[in-house]
C-alpha cells in the first residue's frame, strides 16, 4: 500500500512538472491578430498584446521573433517599433530591439514614447551592461524637456548603472517641479531606488500613502518595507507603520461610510491630523495653517492690529509674557505673567484644546476698533478680572531707552524684531557715544525673544574678541552643530552694565542674558529666566502649496559654557522681585480703575496743575502731600486701601496721561520698579559711585542692606 501511495506522489510530481515547462502553442491565426492588435492600440495600451506574444514565442521555434524583427526592421511607426523592440528583449533577441530602444528614448517623437523607451529598457536585464545604452539615457537625460518622460529616464539609468546623473534629475524635479504629480512620482522612484531619506523624500510619501490610489498602495508599501528593515535592524516598535495604517484606516472608513458624505473634506481632516501630530511634540513646535502663517509674518514685522500684548502657553494656561506700553492691553490693566482665561465668553482652555495658542490669539485680533471682553487672573486675585478692550493699529517698537540720574544709560528690548538690532544701535550711539553715559542698565524682563539673528546681533554690541555667543546643535545629519561668535573689539566690553530679567525673559533674550553672563560681561539681576532654549525651523510644506508652513523643533541653543536653558532658565546672581501687593488691594485698585475715578480726577485738575502734574509723573517721592487736592481726593473714594497705594496708581495714571503731552512714552519707572532699583544700585558700584550721592538714590542702600542681611525663613 505504501509503495503505490509513493508511486501516486510521483505521478502527481511529474505531471505538475510537466505542466510548469509547457509552453502554449498560437493558434493559427493569433500572432497575426495580436501584431494587428498593436497597430490599433495606443502606446499605453499595446502591451498586453506585446507580451501575449512573447509568451507564443518561446514555443514556436523562432517564427514570432523572426517576425518581431522583420516588423521592427520595416516600421517607421515608433509605436509599432517599441512594441516589437519590447516583445524581442522579453525573448531575449536583443542585439536589434536594444538599439531600437536607445534610438527611441534618445530621439523619439513624443514624450510618451521616450518614456516607454526608457520604461521597456528598465526591463530588460540583458541590456544592463551595454555601454551604448548607458550613453544614450544620459544623452536623454541632459536633452528632456518632458518632466514625467524625464523621469522614466532618470529610473531606468539608476536601475541600469546606479548613475548619479539619474539621482540627481530626480532630486532637481522633487525640489523645483511646479507640477505636484511629478513631484510625488519623482519621490517615489526615489524611494523606490534606496533614497527614502533624502531631504523631501519622506515628506512626499507621507502625505502620500493615504490616499486610496495606486500611487498611494506604492507609498505605503515602500514606508512598511522601510519599516520593517529597522524593526529587523535593531530593537524598536512598529509604531510607525501602525500610525500610517491607523491613518490610511480611518480614512477608507470615512470615506466609504460617513452618513452625511456632503460634510467630508478630506483637506479639512488632513489638516486637523497634521496639527493633532505635531501639537504632540512640545508646545512650540506647531502645523501653521495659511492664517496663522500670516500671523506669523505679522508678529516679526513687528506691526499688527489687535490689544497690544506679548503672550505666551506656560504650565498649561494662556499667559501675558508682556504688555507693549501704552496698548490697550496695558491701559486696561493687563500686566506679565496674567492668565488670561476667557476671551468673549470663550474658555482659553478649549481654545487651546482646539487649535493652539494661535487659536487664541487670532481670538484676540479683529478690526481696528472692534470689542473684545478678555477675564483674566493674577496671582493675589481672589478672582477673576473682566475688562473689555478696543482693538487698535499696534505699531511696535521694540527699543525705549532713557538717561537716568548720575549718567546712568537704561535700555529697554521688549523683543527681537526685524528692526531690533538698529533701534538698538541708535539708542547706544545717543546714550553712550553722543551724551556719554557713565554705565548701563540692559532691561530684557517680558522679552519673549524674536529673531535669532537679531539676538546674536545685539549680543555681538558687547562682546568682542571672537568670543562664542551661542550654539544650536540637534540630528547630525540634519542640525549639526552650528557656533555664533562676536565680531567685534575690546572696546565693546569696556562700559559697565547689569541686564535686568524675569520669568517672562525667554529664547533669544535667554540668549543674550545667558551670554553676557557667561563671559562675566553683566551681572543679571531679577528672577530665573523662562526657560526656552529649543530652536524652531519654519519649514514649506509643499503638499498644500506652500501655503501651510511646518514650525518644528529642531535643535537646541547651548550658552558658552555648554549649559542647555531649555526647561531650566538661567538663575540671576541677585534675586530681585517686584513689590506685591495684597490680593484685596489689587482687586480694590481694578474696581477703582474700572469706575475711571483717577483718571476723572485728573482731568479735571489737569490744566491748572499741568506743570506740576508732569513733574510727578516722572518722580514724587512718595510723598502723598505733594499731589495737588490728593486729601480730598482719597476721601471722595470712600476707601480702606492706603493712602499710597492710591498715590501709586494715581501717579500711574498720571504718566498716561503726561505721555499724551510728552508724544513720548517713558521708558522706565524709577520710583516705583524695584527691581530697575536694585539693577541701578549694583551698577552704581561697579563705577565706584555712592547711591547716597544721587537725590533719587539717597534710599537705595538703606533697603537694598535690609533685603542682603534679612535671614533665610
Known amino acids: 500500500m505504501k509503495r503505490f501511495r509513493f508511486a501516486l506522489v510521483l505521478v502527481f510530481a511529474f505531471a505538475v512538472t510537466a505542466r510548469a515547462f509547457s509552453v502554449e502553442a498560437p493558434g493559427k491565426d493569433e500572432p497575426d491578430a495580436l501584431f494587428d492588435q498593436i497597430e490599433k492600440q495606443s502606446a499605453d495600451n499595446v502591451w498586453e498584446a506585446v507580451n501575449r506574444l512573447a509568451k507564443l514565442g518561446r514555443g514556436d521555434g523562432g517564427a514570432i521573433s523572426a517576425k518581431l524583427e522583420e516588423k521592427l526592421a520595416a516600421a517607421t511607426d515608433e509605436k509599432i517599433r517599441l512594441a516589437c523592440a519590447r516583445g524581442l528583449c522579453q525573448l531575449n533577441r536583443t542585439e536589434h530591439a536594444g538599439a531600437a530602444l536607445a534610438q527611441l528614448v534618445e530621439h523619439g517623437a513624443t514624450a510618451e514614447i521616450r518614456r ?46 546606479k548613475m548619479a546623473e539619474g539621482g540627481e534629475a530626480l532630486k532637481n524635479l522633487l525640489q523645483n517641479s511646479t507640477d505636484a504629480n511629478v513631484r510625488d512620482e519623482a519621490a517615489l522612484v526615489l524611494a523606490e531606488n534606496g533614497n527614502l531619506l533624502m531631504q523631501g523624500v519622506q515628506e512626499r510619501l507621507l502625505a502620500l500613502y493615504a490616499e486610496p490610489t495606486e500611487r498611494g498602495e506604492r507609498a505605503l508599501n515602500i514606508l512598511k518595507r522601510a519599516e520593517i528593515k529597522r524593526v529587523e535592524a535593531g530593537p524598536a516598535d512598529s509604531g510607525f507603520v501602525k500610525g500610517m495604517e491607523l491613518m490610511r484606516e480611518l480614512t477608507n ?78 491701559e486696561a490693566g493687563l500686566r506679565a505673567l496674567d492668565v488670561i482665561q476667557e476671551i468673549d465668553g470663550e474658555k482659553v482652555s478649549k481654545l487651546l484644546e482646539k487649535g493652539g495658542m494661535n487659536e487664541v490669539i487670532n481670538k484676540l485680533k479683529g478690526k481696528v476698533g472692534s470689542v473684545v471682553t478678555i477675564k483674566y487672573l493674577r496671582r493675589g486675585y481672589g478672582k477673576p478680572v473682566e475688562v473689555a478692550i478696543t482693538r487698535k493699529e499696534i505699531k511696535v517698537d521694540s527699543v525705549f531707552a532713557t538717561m537716568l540720574p548720575g549718567e546712568i544709560a537704561y535700555i529697554r528690548l521688549i523683543k527681537f ?77 569696556a562700559l559697565p552694565m547689569v541686564t535686568l530679567v524675569n520669568g517672562g525673559t525667554a529664547s533669544a533674550s535667554e540668549i543674550v542674558s545667558g551670554a553676557l553672563q ?17 530652536v524652531q525651523q519654519i519649514l514649506d510644506v509643499r503638499a498644500t502649496g506652500n501655503e501651510t508652513r511646518l514650525r518644528l523643533t529642531i535643535a537646541k541653543y547651548y550658552l558658552p559654557s555648554g549649559r542647555s536653558i531649555h526647561e531650566k532658565g538661567i538663575e540671576p546672581e541677585v534675586v530681585a522681585k517686584p513689590r506685591e501687593l495684597n490680593g484685596w488691594i489689587l482687586e480694590t485698585m481694578a474696581e477703582l480703575r474700572r469706575k475711571g475715578v483717577f483718571e476723572d480726577h485728573l482731568r479735571k485738575t489737569w490744566d491748572a496743575n499741568k506743570d506740576a502734574y508732569m513733574k510727578l509723573a516722572l518722580f514724587d517721592g512718595k510723598d502723598c502731600n505733594a499731589w495737588p487736592g490728593f486729601e480730598e481726593f482719597y476721601k471722595s473714594l470712600n476707601t480702606i486701601a492706603p493712602k499710597d497705594d492710591i498715590r501709586a496708581e494715581l501717579r500711574y495714571v498720571a504718566r498716561s496721561l503726561a505721555q499724551e503731552y510728552r508724544k513720548n512714552e517713558f521708558a522706565a519707572d524709577l520710583e516705583e520698579d ?32 535690609e533685603v542682603a542681611e534679612k535671614p533665610e525663613e
Not at 256 to 263: E, M, S
Not at 519 to 534: A, D, I, P
Not at 685 to 690: D, L, Q, S, T
Request: proline share 3%.
Open 116 to 161: 516607454l523607451a526608457a520604461n521597456s529598457i528598465a526591463l530588460a536585464v540583458s541590456l544592463y551592461a551595454d555601454d551604448k545604452i548607458v550613453q544614450a539615457l544620459l544623452n536623454a537625460l541632459k536633452n528632456e524637456k518632458d518632466e514625467m518622460a524625464r523621469i522614466g529616464i532618470a529610473r531606468c539609468s539608476m536601475r541600469l548603472s
Open 253 to 330: 472608513s470615512i470615506r466609504a461610510q460617513y452618513a452625511d458624505d456632503t460634510k467630508i473634506d478630506y483637506e479639512k481632516l488632513f489638516q486637523n491630523a497634521a496639527r493633532g501630530m505635531v501639537k504632540g511634540l512640545d508646545p512650540f513646535s506647531q502645523y501653521l495653517d495659511s492664517n496663522e502663517v500670516k500671523a506669523l509674518q505679522e508678529a516679526l514685522h513687528q506691526d499688527y492690529a489687535g490689544i497690544g500684548a506679548y503672550v505666551g502657553v506656560q504650565n498649561n494656561t494662556f499667559i501675558v509674557t508682556s504688555p507693549i506700553f501704552k496698548s490697550p492691553a496695558y
Open 417 to 493: 524684531g526685524e528692526r531690533s538690532t538698529e533701534e538698538m544701535r541708535a539708542a547706544y550711539n545717543d546714550l553712550i557715544k553722543t551724551q556719554h553715559a557713565k554705565a548701563l542698565v540692559f532691561d530684557l524682563r517680558d522679552n519673549g525673544g524674536g529673531l535669532l539673528k537679531a539676538g546674536v546681533d545685539i549680543a555681538d554690541m558687547f562682546l568682542g574678541n571672537h568670543k562664542l555667543i551661542v550654539y544650536s546643535e540637534g540630528r547630525p545629519g540634519y542640525a549639526p552643530r552650528h557656533d555664533y561668535f562676536a565680531t567685534g573689539g575690546a572696546e565693546d566690553e
Open 518 to 534: 557667561d563671559h562675566k560681561r553683566s551681572l543679571l539681576v531679577g528672577e530665573k529666566t523662562f526657560g526656552k532654549g529649543s
Open 674 to 705: 524695584s527691581v530697575l532699583q536694585r539693577g541701578i544700585y549694583e551698577v552704581l558700584k561697579k563705577i565706584n559711585v555712592e547711591a547716597s550721592t544721587i537725590p533719587e538714590y539717597k534710599d537705595f542702600p538703606q533697603s537694598f542692606k
